[in-house]
């Protein structure tokens, strides 16, 4: 199982950027998807995860300002992000509970650099 995230880039404060991250291998379901981040000089910490069946949790940093949401179909899940602020610089991954050939495990991203200009 490999999860592939793309979508990162350069923006200005208050632009907006759209993360995917696509799940391929032998997969039998995804469960919970979750979006982090690791600020430059900082722990990774969690900015959203989403259930099979769609609820959302943001972080109360990123609350009103992104939306995650998932194709079950194409085992991918998106982060829109709008209204990108400075402190939103970091690294993004996302991370799934998968059920798979190799039995039930976390999976991670290689994640994807987010810059945010001033």
């Known amino acids: 199982v490999q999860l592939q995230a793309s979508g990162g880039g350069l923006v200005q404060a208050g632009g907006s950027l759209r993360l995917s991250c696509v799940g391929s291998?032998?997969?039998?379901?995804?469960?919970?998807m979750t979006w982090y981040r690791q600020p430059p000089g900082k722990q990774r910490e969690l900015v959203a995860s989403?259930?099979?069946?769609?609820?959302?949790n943001y972080a109360d940093s990123v609350e009103g300002r992104f939306t995650i949401s998932r194709d079950n179909a194409k085992n991918t899940v998106y982060l829109q992000m709008n209204n990108l602020k400075p402190e939103d610089t970091a690294v993004y991954y996302c991370?799934?509970?998968?059920?798979?050939?190799?039995?039930?495990?976390?999976?991670w991203g290689q994640g994807t650099q987010v810059t945010v200009s001033s």
């Open positions: 291998g032998s997969i039998y379901r995804i469960y919970v």
């Open positions: 991370n799934a509970d998968v059920s798979s050939g190799a039995g039930y495990s976390a999976y």
């Open positions: 989403i259930t099979r069946s769609g609820t959302p």
